[in-house]
Antibody, heavy 121, light 107 residues
């Protein structure tokens, strides 16, 4: 069955960097766009980024533009989120989600359970 | 950017109640690009409704969606114990693919 599993979360100091990974299985990974979404403590879902099936294009939320970079390795069924210059406002559970199409239409049909990132000194 | 709002922010209901959640977009969107998700604490969010009114595979028929333009609605016809959760609308018309602030459905 379709599975996406996030990893790489942890505690990072303000101004630091972290790379999250999302491993996928149960589907042909290289034919789907992939997204990152986060939920800060006590807050709602915030869409962050999308990468198309062939990594030909990406889009970002304004809140992370220039600090976060999404990438993918279709040979290893993995999508990444490189985060830098982290601040307290980035403390959240980060979810990876599959788009139902290759083109980033943002119908997110399968999600992981998330990985927690805590920015704290 | 398209902003999404939802009402109410939270509601209290009982098993068997009919529940309606509203979602409004800051500009008109094609109904093909309006989705609804359910999210329980500590769990993965679940797609419920796509294209404003189409039920995602495996989602119970008590969930339904409607609307067009800027105003959309999620309805739960008869609330079940497993439906107590937060619900989010999302526009997928253009990036950034914004979510609404959520509606928490409580007992």
């Amino acid at each position: 069955q379709v599975q996406v599993v996030e990893s790489g979360g942890g505690v990072v100091q303000p101004g630091g960097s972290l790379r999250l990974s999302c491993g996928a299985s149960g589907f042909t990974f290289g034919t789907y766009a992939m997204h990152w979404v986060r939920q800060a403590p006590g807050k709602g879902l915030e869409w962050l980024a999308v990468i198309l099936f062939d990594a030909s294009n990406e889009h970002y939320a304004e809140s992370v533009q220039g600090r976060f970079t999404v990438s993918r390795d279709n040979s290893n069924n993995t999508v990444y989120l490189q985060m830098k210059n982290l601040g307290a406002e980035d403390t959240a559970v980060y979810f990876c989600a599959r788009d139902h199409s290759p083109w980033g239409t943002a119908r997110l049909d399968y999600w992981g359970q998330g990985t927690l990132v805590t920015v704290s000194s | 950017d398209i902003q999404m709002t939802q009402s109410p922010p939270s509601l209290a209901a009982s098993v068997g109640d009919r529940v309606t959640i509203s979602c409004r977009a800051s500009q008109s969107i094609n109904s093909a690009y309006l989705n609804w998700y359910q999210h329980k604490p500590g769990k993965a969010p679940n797609l419920l409704i796509y294209a404003a009114s189409s039920l995602h595979s495996g989602v119970p028929k008590r969930f339904s969606g409607s609307g067009s333009g800027t105003d959309f609605t999620l309805t739960i016809s008869s609330l079940q114990p497993e439906d107590f959760a937060s619900y989010y609308c999302q526009q997928s018309s253009s990036p950034p693919f914004t979510f609404g602030p959520g509606t928490r459905v409580e007992i």
